[in-house]
């Protein structure tokens, strides 16, 4: 994605042409008019332009030499200056469709730095009978994408990158391509078939019907490939039908496991049992859900350690493995096991390798782990699935970034899982924004209302107060008055912190300040459903997964079968359905990173590195009730 505005490196090229297309053309003693001053780029300073503008007689010629300054302010980022400058000019402006568009795209470029990046965008509007010169449409394009980008309006950044492609060179428009695509990878494939429909632009639709496709299709490759021989034939001159985006073409020719022998790796007995056994009961209902005859489940005690346990599946035929559950068990099998060790424990016929007298390992099998680890080395059939508290801190990142957040605060318990979700949220926000979020770690009990008001600037302001009245006599009347310049508050704390850290954040609020939006974590969310409860929480945003956002049969048939287990137990549970859901569609996911799984645990999709990333769903408090957002 564009990060920043930088037109250099397309528009050199097409400056290149003209100029060689003119030597071409026009004879070396014929010296340029005046009026073939370039527009294209302002190496001077703003002052130099406006001198040059001033001993001018030519009313084109002002324009041309004030429009240059303009540019050259933006470069300099006085942005104030430059609209002063274009404002001067535009009722005396040469009605020529050149400088007409570089006075709307200088302006828009002004805005971007003095306004709002909506107001840039109003202004960045040409008419369709201008004929420009191929690098003002490349400028004018690359820069509403850059402005769709910063709106968060991928939709229109890829469509205004499909329109930049046209006037590009191959290899230029080919990196232009590539971002389109990695544009739409991420969005949902209802949107895709809803825009697609676009016939105003063919190129871009075409774009879109392909994601969509690629998306739909992922799973079954045979159908993909039906289906994309389909568009080909309707889109011969497309771009992607000439070459195929790398990832599509790589997910043509990966094969889906399909394995009929899984085993699954769990501390069936043992203090972790308890925690395993509401996995082992989410794996089992998926399979009743949708049994097949060919395949069977097998499970296997990591009790007496994870490697036993991979050997004697190994050994009973596996070709798939789930789990195992725990982060030390995973650890432990990212380590090779030997073939003697296997040996050792009876399980695996003895590989000889006399020539060179090294330890032989046993090969591996496709495998998904249920947690994650920090350090690993990738490998093309190994996936991890986790819960992990540091993910759904970072996506609550991009969830306040999309809901236009600018200034969060955070409030985190004072322990390693808040501290460690506190990282995860500043640094996933800081590649958002480029900017620090503030943090303010609490201690339980009564330390926790201090931090609050101290985060919130309430204990300098009854400092304040009370100087005042020392001053000038308690008979002054003061209220005090909260800070007003952060806009959101994400909470990371646990159910039991909950019902008093909202209150103590509610109260503390003056009445001369709006409250902000309140967000919070899955591990806040209290067990207790009543609703004299929900009414304390009414008006917080808490992520978690779809499933347990919304009210269903599938869930009131667990509540009716385990009316004990936690909102914890709940999602473990959910974690097994969806890790045998998703063995037959890991491979696909892998090789097209932007196909997305709509599961129960979140909206799935596999990292290069096979980590399967959660975007989980929010829900809001409204009067007593928890409502999906």
């Not at 501390?267 to 082992?280: D, E, H, I, N, Y």
């Amino acid at each position: 994605m564009l990060k920043r505005l930088n037109t250099t490196k397309f528009i050199s090229i097409a400056i290149l042409s003209t100029v060689l297309y003119g030597c071409g053309s026009t004879p070396s003693q014929v010296k340029p008019t005046e009026t073939q001053v370039s527009l294209v780029s302002a190496p001077l300073q703003a002052a130099d332009y406006l001198t040059k503008a001033s001993n001018s007689a030519n009313q084109e010629m002002q324009n041309r030499y004030a429009l240059l300054a303009a540019h050259a302010f933006i470069n300099a980022g006085d942005g104030s200056s430059a609209i002063k400058t274009l404002e001067s000019i535009k009722p005396n402006l040469v009605s020529k469709p050149e400088l007409l568009a570089e006075h709307k795209y200088l302006t828009a470029r002004a805005l971007e730095l003095t306004s709002t990046y909506d107001h840039a965008l109003s202004e960045l509007n040409y008419p369709s009978q201008w004929q420009l010169a191929d690098w003002q449409m490349v400028a004018y394009y690359q820069f509403k994408a850059r402005l769709f980008q910063l709106t968060q309006q991928p939709i229109e950044q890829a469509r205004q990158l499909s329109l930049l492609s046209v006037y590009l060179p191959n290899e230029q428009a080919s990196e232009v391509n590539d971002n389109i695509w990695r544009i739409l990878q991420p969005l949902h494939e209802q949107t895709l078939l809803t825009f697609s429909k676009d016939t105003s632009n063919p190129i871009f639709a075409g774009w879109l019907q392909l994601a969509y496709i690629a998306k739909h299709y992922a799973i079954t490759p045979n159908e993909l490939v039906q289906h994309l021989g389909e568009w080909q034939r309707l889109n011969p001159t497309h771009p992607a039908s000439v070459k195929l985006p790398t990832d599509l073409e790589k997910a043509l020719t990966t094969k889906p496991y399909k394995p009929q022998n899984i085993a699954v790796l769990l501390p069936l007995t043992g203090p972790r049992a308890s925690v395993a056994s509401t996995v082992k009961h989410g794996i089992v209902s998926r399979y009743l859900a949708n049994p097949d005859a060919n395949v069977s489940i097998n499970f296997f005690d990591t009790a007496n350690g994870a490697k036993v346990a991979y050997q004697e599946a190994m050994a009973a035929g596996a070709e798939f493995v789930i789990g195992p559950l725990l982060q030390s068990e995973v650890e432990e099998l990212q380590q090779p096991i030997p073939v003697s060790e296997a040996r050792d424990n009876h399980t695996i016929e003895p590989v000889e390798n006399a020539a060179t007298q090294a330890p032989t390992f046993v090969d591996r099998v496709p495998q998904l782990y249920l947690n994650h680890i920090d350090d690993f080395i990738p490998d093309n059939d190994q996936f991890y699935f986790a819960l992990s508290p540091a993910h759904e801190a970072s996506d609550a990142a991009a969830k306040l970034f999309a809901d236009g957040i600018t200034t969060p605060l955070i409030l985190a318990s004072n322990n390693s899982i808040g501290h460690r979700m506190a990282d995860s949220f500043i640094k996933a926000w800081s590649e958002l924004t480029e900017s620090e979020a503030e943090v303010h770690y609490y201690d339980a009990g009564d330390k926790m209302k201090v931090t609050v008001q101290k985060s919130l600037g309430v204990i300098d302001s009854k400092e304040r107060i009370a100087r005042i009245k020392a001053l000038l006599g308690n008979k002054i009347e003061a209220d005090f008055r909260s800070r007003r310049d952060i806009d959101a508050i994400y909470m990371i704390s646990g159910n039991k912190d909950l019902p008093l850290l909202k209150p103590f954040i509610d109260v503390n609020f003056s009445v001369f300040a709006e409250p902000v939006p309140l967000y919070t974590t899955s591990r806040s969310r209290v067990e207790d459903n009543s609703r004299a409860i929900s009414q304390e929480l009414n008006n917080l945003n808490i992520s978690d997964i779809p499933w347990l956002i919304t009210n269903n049969s599938e869930t009131q048939q667990v509540e009716q079968l385990w009316p004990t287990w936690s909102y914890g137990q709940k999602r473990l549970y959910i974690m097994g359905y969806d890790a045998l859901e998703l063995v037959g569609k890991l491979a696909q996911m892998r090789a097209l990173p932007g196909y997305q799984f709509s599961g129960r645990s979140g909206m799935l999709s596999v990292a290069p590195d096979g980590t399967v990333n959660r975007q989980l769903s929010w829900g809001r408090y409204q009067r007593g009730s928890l409502r999906p957002q």
